[in-house]
DNA sequence: GTGCTTGCAAAGAATTTGCATAATT
DNA sequence: AATTATGCAAATTCTTTGCAAGCAC
């Protein structure tokens, strides 16, 4: 799993990006491995409060660009982050409780790649969230 | 077009969500109907220094919540408006210059509500944003 | 040792809220 | 007259930045 690997492999995925390996970036990267759902950087600050606000913000930022981490926009465009599984994945965001989920499918992939070719310019990239009541929200 | 309506129709509009017709929104309306794409709350706030910015921004929210304009997330979060020409749509967000276009596939909405019968939960709405540079951009 | 990192506090940016005053119906 | 709306400033929320002191390599 990945989750397990994030633990495991912080000091290699920040060396090969040509950042250092310190104890306050290990202690959020331990935090991060072991959350389920997405989660938003001030959770994570809070959680940890031997480490400073500052750090936490730039420790998360690092690990989204490298792509370790992979974030997603509530309805009101604040951020939450989750690990990346790297599969390529789109979100379910329940209004409700905020929570985000993952969601794949091939057949959206491939009609987004055909889209993608008729659009003027050049794309980099596509996001496509579904905004719904989970069905714990449901009751 | 609804560009013209907007500024027409703002009193009607008001009312029939149950607000008042007032001088301040009248000029908010004005406006936001003279502008071709997509602006920020802020841009707009700065464009009417005779009123003032929580009424900009409390009637901005006014009329996305009445489906009058409709708002873009740029891929840091951060809001951006637009006319709705009621027609459902999704975005073409330029990541260089942030313009955002307005992007229509009939196949693609019909393939989003396939997979909204799928998804567990009450699926309320969806989003699809396509980032890419603009040709414009593109030089 | 050299240079990247940290933590704190301050600075920012964007948006909301409290409240007395003013305008609409 | 009864409310709703306005505008100003202060408050919020989330995030970034400056900088001296502290670690990693």
Redesign the interface.
């Known amino acids: 799993m990945v989750t397990d690997s994030l633990d495991a492999r912080v000091d290699e995925i920040l060396k090969n990006l040509g950042h250092r390996a310190t104890g306050p970036r290990r202690k959020v990267a331990r935090l991060l491995a072991s959350k389920r759902g997405a989660f938003s950087a001030e959770s994570i600050n809070e959680e940890l409060p031997g480490v400073g606000r500052a750090t936490v913000y730039r420790t998360i930022r690092l690990l989204a660009e490298a792509g370790v981490l992979c974030r997603a926009?509530l309805p009101d465009?604040?951020?939450r982050y989750s690990i990346d599984h790297s599969w390529h994945h789109h979100h379910?965001i329940?209004?409700s409780c905020e929570t985000v989920e993952e969601?794949r499918?091939s057949?959206?992939e491939r009609?987004?790649c055909e889209?993608?070719d008729e659009?003027?310019?050049?794309?980099?990239?596509?996001?496509?969230?579904?905004?719904?009541?989970?069905?714990d929200?449901?009751q």
Chains 1, 2 share one sequence.
């Open positions: 926009l465009g604040s951020p379910l329940c209004s969601f499918s057949e959206l009609l987004l889209l993608s659009i003027p310019g050049r794309v980099l990239g596509h996001q496509v969230d579904f905004y719904l009541t989970c069905p929200c449901l």
